[in-house]
């Protein structure tokens, strides 16, 4: 009776022991990650991100600590053989550590352990082995330890790796009598615990490697921003020279053909210059217009995009812009339709609005047919004004309607028309307009359905009411 109570009390003593050892473990594990995982936070480019050799040699160092033995091992499996990979060791001198790092790397499970054992394992059983009687499937060190406790890694479901605590036969006869059922458990919480580990730390990795290649991106980014911003100021100088030269060229030419009137032959030599003349000049306007929405792009991306606002009448801007596109839209009917009478009063920086509806206009030209009207209105409702540019051309699908406000987008499948090969194709005209009417605290819209042409809009806060303007607007053409 007296025995009993005294084994009793030893048991419960161990057990305790065990798990207090446990605890420990747990609170120590929770800062391999944890620090890592703040610095990671507060400064995740100056730190590598935490490995899981390094992990598991402080994992195993630990274990070590809580656990009486006289070595313990930490091994992944990597599919598709279960083949092992030693994380981490403790207890061994480092030629040892070396020697079981080189048995065991890239060893199959089965060259280690027979097939009932690797069942009981991947049951999530805990192994005991004798090697005297049970040796290792192939020759491999025991490091003078015969018995050993194998430990499943198990995660979700699945074995992803084996702790295990080697014990020398000079205290213990049987390895039975080598493992307490306390120690058993211990050494399956362990498991788990290493387990729980490898995920964090995996997941750690990746998540530094993510920040990594975010980094990264941002950094080719900028750089690209950087070079286009570079390339479209350097372009300027040179292109303002081209430019003066061939109007200067153009004028000559002019002149040239006045004093040439009498001599069909030079002058018809003259007219052969022309035409070049002239389209160098229109390719001239496409580069210049490209370069300028690369410039006014690098502007916004910097900060730097600043806007002149001031009172304007918006039927003024609108009409002039519409009046100018005009110009370069050949046999093109363009009707436009303002509010009879007064002015309609908003902030704004009129250069800059009149880019948009511009920009809408060359589009509304570049993707519906010549022989088709377009149509720009401006309507005053309540506190906003809303100008709109309607074309009949094929529409754009709702699934692009919202992409082709970003930059460089280029909706697929919608073909420009010949004629508009001199305008600048680059993606970036949505953008800007978006871009400069939400500076303007308005917004932009497109409504449209395929084969039924579509309708740009953009809307302006009014300064004041203008309550004449809700009156029918009338229509006039511009052609
Ligand atoms: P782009 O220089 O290509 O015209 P934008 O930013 O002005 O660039 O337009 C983006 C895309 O939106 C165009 O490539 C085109 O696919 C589509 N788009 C713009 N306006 C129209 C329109 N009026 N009709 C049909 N598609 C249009």
């Known amino acids: 009776m007296f025995r009993d109570a005294t084994e009793q009390y030893h048991q419960d003593r161990r057990t305790l022991q065990a798990f207090s050892s446990l605890l ?3 609170e120590a594990l929770a800062t391999i990650t944890d ?12 730190m590598p991100p935490i490995t899981l050799a390094a992990a598991g040699e402080a994992f195993a160092e630990m274990t070590k600590e809580v656990l009486d033995c006289k070595y313990v091992g930490v091994f992944a ?29 890239h060893t199959p499970l089965v060259d280690y352990i027979d097939a009932d054992a690797i069942a009981q394992l991947h049951a999530n059983q805990v192994l005991l082995l004798d090697l005297k009687y ?6 491999r060190s025991t490091h003078g330890a015969r018995y050993r406790l194998v430990a499943p890694m198990i995660l979700h479901g699945k074995l992803i790796g084996i702790f295990t605590m080697a014990k020398t036969d000079e205290e213990y006869p049987t390895v039975q009598s080598a493992y307490s059922s306390q120690e058993m458990a211990l050494a399956k919480g362990i498991a788990k615990l290493a387990a729980q580990l490898i995920e964090r730390v995996s997941l750690l990795q990746e998540r530094a490697q993510a920040q990594a290649i975010e980094q990264q991106l941002q950094e080719t980014t900028r750089r690209y921003e950087d070079c286009l911003s570079t390339a479209s100021h350097e372009l300027r100088t040179p292109l303002t020279t081209i430019k003066g030269n061939l109007q200067l060229a153009q004028r000559r ?19 052969r210059v022309e035409h070049p003349l002239r389209e160098a000049l229109q390719n001239f306007s496409r580069l210049e217009r490209m370069v300028g929405e690369l410039l006014d792009y690098s502007r916004i991306q910097a900060d730097k995009f600043l806007l002149k606002k001031q009172p304007c009448d918006l039927i003024e801007v609108v009409r002039n812009a519409t009046e100018n596109a005009c110009k370069a839209m050949g046999e093109r009917k363009l009707l436009i339709s303002l509010p009879p009478a007064g002015t309609v009063l908003v902030s704004a920086d009129k250069d800059r609005i009149g880019d948009v509806v511009n920009n809408y206009l060359t589009n509304a030209h570049k993707y519906s047919s010549i022989a088709r009207p377009i149509e720009v209105s401006l309507i005053v409702e309540e506190l906003l004004a809303r100008v709109l540019v309607r074309d009949e051309g094929e529409g754009i699908p709702l699934s692009e309607q919202a992409r082709i406000w970003e930059r460089f987008y280029r909706a697929p499948g919608i073909e420009t028309q010949e004629y508009s090969n001199a305008d600048s194709n680059l993606g970036l005209g949505l953008y800007l307009c978006k871009e400069i009417i939400e500076l303007h605290g308005g917004q932009v819209g497109v409504s449209s359905m395929l084969g039924q042409g579509a309708t740009f809009w953009f809307t302006l806060d009014l300064l004041q009411s203008t309550d004449n303007h809700n009156q029918a607007s009338p229509q006039s053409t511009i052609t």
Do not use: W
């Not at 981490?88 to 065991?104: F, K, N, V, Y």
């Not at 049970?134 to 020759?139: K, L, N």
């Open 24 to 26: 420990t473990l747990v």
């Open 35 to 46: 620090q890592r995982e703040n610095t990671m936070q507060a400064d995740a480019a100056s």
């Open 253 to 271: 030419m002019v002149t040239l053909e006045k004093h040439a009137e009498r001599s069909p032959e030079s002058l018809q030599r003259l007219q």
């Open 134 to 139: 049970r040796p290792f499937m192939t020759t």
């Open 77 to 105: 499996l990597d599919p598709p053989d279960d083949c092992q990979r030693l994380l981490g060791t403790s207890g061994l001198i480092p030629e040892e550590a070396a020697q079981l790092r080189a048995d065991a790397n």
